[in-house]
């Protein structure tokens, strides 16, 4: 079917098109194409709108230097060669594609039957150009012309697309329909360059999460709409934890928790709940020196009690235990698990205490145990799903496995590609269990090289992650450790001089970003076919 258009369209190149009425409209189907691409545009105004004023205009002159230049930005081979393309290369992209555009506009009168007509046949050129594009970004560099060709074929498309729309007739007024025109055009070119990851994702099928500190949202307004923007899902990074929500016996500090599920819920996005659990870090001296089983028992129940029933119904996803694996630097344990208070008064069987405890607490949320270098297969990764087997075969009410995904940090220097993080999901998705990425960011500390050819590679890892989760069934998305490079935990917490996330430290775009993107736009197509 469409295959006949083209063929017509060529044919109607070659030989001037006799006069001809122009085809009846469907009104229902022009409407929809109509309102779809003025949408696309719309999406990017909003966003622009919603910056804070003393910012806005620099950041509407950056969105629009970057449209095409950052598409372009994202692409990488599958092998994990660089994402990068030079700003003139984009430049010159740019520059075919708006003069490609604007022969056609300039070619085009038309009536409003016209200008309704050219919408419906551009509606599917819409889809087509986004398409077309998406073989570009594999193609990095254009070393055999792929790229050049392509547009080429856009253009001819788009040409073709006239005359296809029975609007031959001249001397009518072109304004309106070369507006129109160059509406549709650019909303299908905006599709592919100016749509959030959250708009993306929701076609895609896909949670892309982010983990806040509440305080840093509040007090920034690009945080706050790159969150609109960017996200389906927030985790609270700290807020959750045992320590800053129980830091004394009888002392519960509630607000922050209370503030990112009212961040997340004003928005309509989903919460994961990070941690209930945890026995490595940031757990009160209370509870680290308990005296025995009995006193830890009673304190562990009160504490998921507590927290998972405040929140009861409004947290998708529990992390009901934090990595009960030994930690890759501590010293190895004799059973692998991590040696805490919990596993040392209470016995492995912890795990399967607390996720009956979270259970009872909240029958809604999906109950996770976290764990970080499990994206790599070997005995790391197979000590925690021999866990996984056991506390599925006990009957202990585990639904998912979240894997931290903290690429080239643990295991120190490996960065897992596509195919290595899909076949470790797939393995624990196969036990009927929901999976995700819950905590990724790429670290460059331990990678050579300059940092743009750091920052490229670094888009080919985040494109992998989540082409990777969006390719196994069971897999639901994707949640990253922060969102700019300006509050990264590795900076924080370990000192690193670092640029793990996908926004830099001033909020634009990085190359990670449209890795992410690109992942997305491909598993939403793919889901569109
Ligand atoms: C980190 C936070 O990001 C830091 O702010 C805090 O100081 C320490 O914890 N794995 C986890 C997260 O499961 O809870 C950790 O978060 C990062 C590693």
Not at 113 to 120: D, G, K, Q, T
Not at 446 to 470: K, T
């Amino acid at each position: 079917m469409r295959l006949l258009p083209l063929l017509l369209a060529t044919a109607l190149l070659l030989v001037p098109p006799p006069a001809q009425a122009a085809p009846a409209c469907d009104a229902r189907k022009v409407a929809a194409a109509a309102r779809a691409c003025a949408d696309l545009l719309r999406g990017e105004e909003r966003f622009v709108r919603d910056a804070s004023d003393a910012r806005r205009a620099q950041r509407v002159a950056r969105v629009r230097d970057r449209l095409i230049a950052s598409w372009y930005a994202a692409g990488t081979a599958s092998d994990g060669a660089a994402c990068a393309v030079t700003t003139a290369d984009a430049g010159d992209t740019a520059d075919r594609l708006a003069a490609a555009v604007a022969d056609v506009g300039a070619a085009l009168p038309g009536s409003t039957a016209c200008r309704a007509a050219v919408l419906r046949t551009l509606a599917p050129l819409c889809r087509r150009v986004v398409r077309t594009e998406l073989p570009l970004l594999r193609d990095q560099p254009d070393a055999h012309g792929i790229r050049g060709r392509t547009l080429a074929r856009v253009r001819t498309d788009l040409t073709a697309a006239f005359p296809l729309a029975g609007c031959g007739a001249a001397g009518a007024a072109a304004a309106d329909a070369e507006a129109a025109l160059l509406r549709v055009a650019a909303g299908a070119l905006g599709d592919a360059t100016t749509r959030g990851l959250r708009a993306l994702a929701a076609d895609a099928g896909q949670e892309v999460g982010v983990a806040v500190e509440p305080g840093e949202v509040s007090s920034d307004p690009l945080y706050a709409a790159a969150l609109d923007r960017e996200t389906t899902s927030l985790t609270a990074e700290n807020a959750m934890k045992w320590g800053p929500i129980h830091p004394a016996p009888d002392t519960w500090v509630f607000e922050p928790a209370d503030a990112v599920v009212a961040l997340a819920e004003s928005r309509g996005q989903r919460v994961r709940g990070h941690t209930l659990v945890w026995g490595a870090l940031q757990l009160p001296a209370y509870v680290e020196n308990a005296p025995d089983a009995d006193a830890l028992r009673a304190l562990m129940a009160e504490h998921v009690a507590t927290v998972a029933g405040r929140y009861a119904g409004r947290i998708a996803q529990w992390d009901v235990v934090n990595e009960p694996l030994a930690g890759v630097l501590d010293p190895p344990t004799p059973d692998g698990l991590d040696d805490n208070v919990f596993r040392r008064l209470l016995g492995p069987g912890y795990v399967a205490e607390a996720l009956h405890l979270a259970r009872a607490a909240d029958p809604a949320a999906k109950l996770f145990v976290n764990e970080n270098g499990i994206e790599v297969p070997g005995p790391r990764q197979d000590r925690f799903y021999a866990l996984v087997q056991e506390l599925l075969a006990s009957g202990a009410p585990l639904d998912g496995v979240g894997f931290q995904a903290h690429l080239g940090l643990i295991p120190i220097g490996q960065y897992p590609d596509r195919a290595t993080i899909a076949a470790s999901l797939r393995r624990f998705a196969e036990l009927g269990l929901t999976v995700e990425l819950t905590e990724l960011d790429v670290t460059l500390v331990f990678r050579s090289g300059d940092l743009p050819s750091r920052l490229a590679f670094q888009c080919g890892s985040y494109r992998d992650a989540v082409a990777a989760c969006a390719s196994v069934p069971g897999c639901s998305g994707v949640t990253t450790w922060g969102l700019s490079d300006r509050s990264t935990w590795l900076r924080s917490f370990f000192g690193f001089t670092d640029w793990p996330l996908p926004f830099d430290d001033d909020w634009r775009r990085k190359a990670a970003y449209f890795g992410m993107r690109a992942a997305l736009l491909e598993a939403a197509l793919r889901d569109a076919d």
